[in-house]
């Protein structure tokens, strides 16, 4: 027998309420044990028994921002996945990438495109992308409990600012990114940030080649520059994979909306990368010989 009161047409009369904005709140209250933050958790620390997800970039340019994840997931000192996808459409207007425990993050990720998503069917709105942030915070602070486990989740939010868009300040522009920490504070960045354990080497080629004009095809070179170069030096990030054809997933949100760059597209920009940098190791050689 079902635990809520039926009423007509043999719903649960939690159904048949009016249902706020949130999905995530409705679920609470309907089914709360498949909410990633209400589970049982293990007693010990669980981070090497799970796949992790590594680093993900963004850039602001021109025109809107652009998200990029290289395809590597390690499991302690192994590779578990060679060809994970960590960067996803929110929804058409904002992205989302995973660097953690990726089974919950991509859960996450799941979860909140149907909260935006049942946010614009029962407001018949967009969220700002303010709210978009905020949303996101709500759930990271509720697997707050898995990451002092060892399963934090800890995503890289951007998007183009739909109000922001007709009247932007010269010399700035409608896209923003936002980062965040496992008890789900919020930080917007500006220009651009990265997230996993190549960040830190993935910043610092972004500070050298970063600047704020720049175009789309000059952030993509950007974006998959800092990647090659946290892969370079962080052995949880994975570069780019010729053999296989695994060049990392880069999306782009502008005006028209997101849209993920083909592999070739990407392919092509890796593939020049690594073809200026053989050179320019050839040329150190033969000047020390």
């Not at 590597?72 to 996808?85: K, V």
């Not at 960590?86 to 990720?109: H, L, N, R, T």
């Amino acid at each position: 027998m079902s635990q809520w009161p039926t009423e007509r047409s043999g719903f649960p009369a939690a159904y048949l309420d009016r249902v706020g904005s949130s999905f995530t709140d409705f679920l609470a209250t309907t089914a709360p044990d498949l909410l990633p933050g209400r589970r049982p958790l293990p007693q010990l620390p669980a981070g090497d028994l799970t796949p992790h997800g590594t680093t993900i970039v963004a850039v602001t340019y021109d025109g809107g921002v652009l998200m990029g994840g290289d395809r590597r997931a390690t499991m302690g000192n192994l590779i578990s996945s060679r060809d994970i996808e960590k960067v996803y459409p929110a929804d058409s207007w904002s992205v989302i990438g995973i660097a953690g425990a990726a089974g919950i993050a991509i859960e996450m990720v799941r979860l909140y495109q149907v909260e935006l998503e049942h946010y614009e069917k029962i407001e018949g709105l967009t969220l700002s992308l303010d709210g978009k942030a905020n949303r996101l915070a709500g759930m990271i602070r509720g697997n707050l409990g898995a990451a002092m486990q060892g399963l934090a989740v800890v995503p890289l939010f951007a998007g183009f600012d739909l109000d922001a868009a007709p009247g932007t300040t010269p010399g700035t522009t409608p896209g923003r990114i936002f980062s965040y920490d496992v008890t789900g504070g919020n930080y917007e960045e500006r220009g651009y940030a990265a997230v996993g354990s190549g960040s830190l080497f993935a910043k610092s080629s972004l500070k050298k080649t970063w600047r704020q004009d720049l175009s789309a095809d000059a952030a993509t070179r950007t974006v998959v520059e800092a990647l090659y170069d946290a892969a370079d030096d962080d052995s949880a990030t994975g570069g780019p994979d010729p053999v296989r054809r695994l060049y990392p997933i880069v999306y782009r949100v502008d005006a028209e909306g997101a849209v993920r760059l083909t592999d070739d597209e990407v392919a092509a920009v890796a593939d020049t990368i690594v073809t200026e940098r053989s050179a320019a190791d050839r040329d150190a050689t033969g000047r020390g010989a």
